[in-house]
């Protein structure tokens, strides 16, 4: 067992003996269902409506009606939630001390960001897969397009990824777990305001660039069924430099 | 073992220790003296490569910390000032865990666990949270985590901290057992714990070192007269007076009670027939009679407070270090 396998164990001990662990995932299952149920029975009252006025079946496109919906409600949430995983990686180590024994023990800081960062991600990815129960149940009674959802669902680890990156990072920053959820939340809002800051100044190159650092628009092309490199690129190469930069600051500790 | 050399530490302005050099050797126990905040800490956690210097190396077991970190944290049990402890986790969880973490071989780890938990006395509690344990308890996984790769060289930062007397004489027996086969470093407040353990010692005064000898040797190289302890039954009042006319007597002066009294003669002068004969001849009843040595205590007190008491002052004053009760407590 390698130092980075071990720790990444050790992490998910921590979090399946943690109530945070399970406050959060049950906010999230029961969100994430609620917002399925309230898309649904909303399309179907549209569908009754068409009913009533047309006379005839209009066929429902799910897609549209139900799932993008879903996928945007769901990346807000997680703004609020995925805060609540990372904040105790390193503040608590740090709070507890034990990032003394991190330290002085055979394993590069490199490896410890990523056991805690790899720890989170897949217990993100594990809540994630449980939501695959709405297309799953609904693909029974319906039909609609894979592809967009497939995508969407990428898109939803994608910026889970790079929130969790974020959250990392804040939590490199302090003892206080508090402190640290309420800077990765500061971190997160921040790049998803920039979209605004980016349309206020409009056609420029400035705006372009200012744009393109918001995920919003990376977002909604994956969630519209858009698979394109430079998305893709976009959250992989955000959540490495937020990583990265966690790895500097874990290491500058080590200096004062 | 561990080669020091004149390592700095410095936190912008301030200089947490300065050109700090020292050596310990194989199977050695150097024992780490100074007042809170004298750099003990900052210099263990430069040893274990939990920091770098500012200058200065350090090499552990032949590897550099800077150039080989991985090899050196591999060699070092280190258990901090506040031992790292997962409070969720098991004992034993943590100590597999700490394990793995160490590199330790996983065919060894059972055993390991086994041992190092039957050493530091855990077994009653090796299935509880740590969370749940008290704190001399804590102290012992601490202590076990530092010991579960069975590292040649273990810095121990206080390891009797928060134990009760018994356990304290149990984790020394352990530590004076570790000898020969591991080097240790270990600091402590309590100076009769180096005494009791230490092959050496090295007083460390804001972030110098100020001394560094055996235990004995530094007691003996500081001491400037021989003092002893008279008890008699009943103290004439001239009684003072009168034991200052003995030749080879510099100083008398009051013990905890008015009937002992402490006497300092002439370096190399036993004249404790001499006393023993005049306090016969004056029949006030001798009860008692013995030689003090200097404690490390006083040792510690006269090398930290150097400033205002020249080490190698000509004449000795007795106030400085307030003989009698530093006497009672090398008794004790």
């Known amino acids: 067992m390698t130092p980075v396998n071990t720790l990444l164990a050790k992490e998910l001990r921590c979090f399946m003996v943690s109530p945070v662990f399970y406050v959060v995932g049950a906010v999230f299952l029961f969100i994430s269902g609620f917002l399925a149920h309230l898309m649904v029975v909303n399309a179907g009252q549209q569908a009754i409506r068409f009913l009533q006025l047309q006379n005839i079946y209009a066929p429902l496109n799910l897609n549209e009606l139900v799932f993008r919906p879903i996928f945007h409600s769901l990346a807000v949430v997680l703004i609020f939630l995925l805060p609540m995983l990372t904040m105790r990686l390193f503040a608590e180590e740090r709070k507890l001390r034990t990032m003394e024994l991190l330290l002085t023990s055979p394993i590069g800081i490199n490896e410890i960001i990523s056991a805690k960062f790899m720890s989170v991600l897949l217990i993100y990815l594990g809540l994630l897969g449980l939501t695959g129960l709405t297309p799953f149940v609904l693909s029974f009674y319906s039909t609609f397009h894979w592809d967009p959802i497939l995508t969407g669902y990428l898109g939803l680890a994608l910026q889970g990824a790079f929130f969790l990156s974020c959250g990392v990072l804040a939590s490199t920053l302090t003892e206080n777990q508090i402190v640290a959820a309420f800077l990765s939340f500061g971190i997160i809002i921040v790049f998803w305001l920039l979209s605004g800051l980016g349309s206020v100044l409009g056609d420029t190159t400035l705006g372009h660039v200012i744009s393109y650092l918001s995920f919003t628009p990376h977002y909604d092309r994956l969630v519209r069924g858009l698979l394109e490199a430079k998305d893709v690129v976009y959250y992989l190469s955000g959540t490495v430099l937020m990583l990265f930069i966690a790895h500097r600051i874990v290491d500058s500790h080590r200096w004062q | ?332």
């Not at chain 2, 700090?20 to 050695?28: A, C």
């Not at chain 2, 006395?121 to 530092?146: D, E, M, N, T, Y």
């Not at chain 2, 013990?255 to 306090?279: K, M, N, W, Y």
């Not at chain 2, 006083?298 to 004449?315: G, I």
Request: proline share 7%.
């Open chain 2, 1 to 332: 073992m561990i080669a020091v050399q004149h390592i700095t530490k410095r936190y912008g302005a301030h200089v947490a220790i300065e050109n700090v050099t020292f050596d310990v050797k194989k199977g050695e126990i150097l024992g780490f003296l100074g007042p809170n905040g004298a750099g003990k800490t900052t210099t263990m956690r430069i040893i274990t490569c939990f920091m770098p210097p500012s200058e200065g190396t350090v090499q552990v077991a032949g590897f550099d910390c800077f150039e080989h970190p991985q090899e050196v944290k591999q060699r070092i049990g280190y258990l901090p000032e506040s031992p790292p402890l997962y409070q969720e986790l098991t004992v034993m969880e943590f100590l597999r865990f700490v394990g793995q973490l160490k590199r330790l071989d996983p065919s060894r780890i059972p055993g390991r666990m086994a041992q190092v938990i039957e050493q530091v006395g855990l077994g009653p509690v090796q299935r509880r949270v740590i969370g749940h344990l008290s704190k001399g308890f804590r102290q012992r996984v601490g202590l076990a985590q530092a010991l579960i790769h069975d590292p040649p060289v273990l810095i121990l930062d206080e390891p009797t901290v928060g134990l009760d007397p018994k356990q304290i004489i149990e984790i020394r027996g352990l530590i004076r057992g570790l000898a020969g086969s591991h080097t240790l470093i270990l600091s402590t407040h309590i100076l009769s714990e180096a005494t009791a353990i230490c092959d050496r010692v090295v007083i460390i005064d804001r972030g110098r070192i100020v001394a560094e000898d055996t235990p004995a040797q530094l007691s003996s190289r500081l001491r400037r007269s021989e003092k002893m302890s008279l008890t008699v039954k009943h103290a004439p009042d001239d009684w003072h007076d009168r034991l200052s006319t003995i030749p080879g007597v510099m100083h008398v002066v009051q013990g905890t009670t008015p009937e002992t009294s402490i006497i300092e003669c002439e370096l190399g002068h036993d004249l404790r027939e001499d006393i023993a004969q005049f306090v016969v001849s004056q029949g006030v009843g001798l009860l008692e009679l013995k030689p003090l040595s200097l404690s490390l205590e006083e040792v510690f007190l006269r090398l930290t407070q150097q400033d205002e008491q020249p080490l190698h002052a000509e004449s000795p004053s007795p106030s400085s270090i307030t003989p009698s009760s530093v006497g009672n407590q090398t008794q004790a």
